[in-house]
């Protein structure tokens, strides 16, 4: 009777693991809707972690003797979607907190100010950039994949240090029927 409960278990599984399936991308997250806070806050925890493993913070780190302050600034919004990237910025603030490095926070209200704001909060390094969209046919399906730009800048030699990209965000589009 044993066994016959181990087979029938072992059979159940492997007749449930080959109803899985699994997208062909990898390390993409794909859900239905919009960008969301989620996804901010998934794309904020992997960019940051990509800085401070980045060669230039590093660098950076040996170079001041101590961690480096950032700051998040302005995320320009090129996707056409509505949603407001200030709160991306406080994402990245956040994942800031939460990875205990040393950061500041300053008003990104005014792109002109961005820059002035942060070098008068003590700021080292600064992170700016972009959240895109493309639509694109993926597996038959059409789906919006959102992708953010960071750029990490040096204010006191005022260049760029690095650059990085996060795309893995892919959300499928639902085609809704009109309603009569």
Known sequence: MKHFKLLTSIIFFVILSSCVTTNSIENEQSFFGFWNSHDMEYVAEDIVKD?????????????????????????ENLSG????????????????????????????????????NAESAGCDLFIAGSVKTVVE??????????????????????RKLWTGEHSQIVKTIRKYAKLK
């Open 137 to 158: 046919n993926m597996q038959g399906k059409m789906s919006r994949r959102f992708i953010v730009t960071a750029n990490l800048y040096d204010l006191s030699a005022d």
């Open 51 to 75: 800085i401070v493993e980045s060669h230039a913070y590093q660098s950076c780190y040996r170079y001041f003797g101590r961690k480096p302050v950032l700051c998040a600034g302005i995320f």
């Open 81 to 116: 979607e509505n949603f407001d990237t200030k709160t991306l910025t406080s994402k990245f603030n956040q994942e800031f907190k939460i990875q205990k490095l040393e950061y500041e926070l300053i008003d990104t209200s005014d792109i002109l100010k961005v820059r002035q």
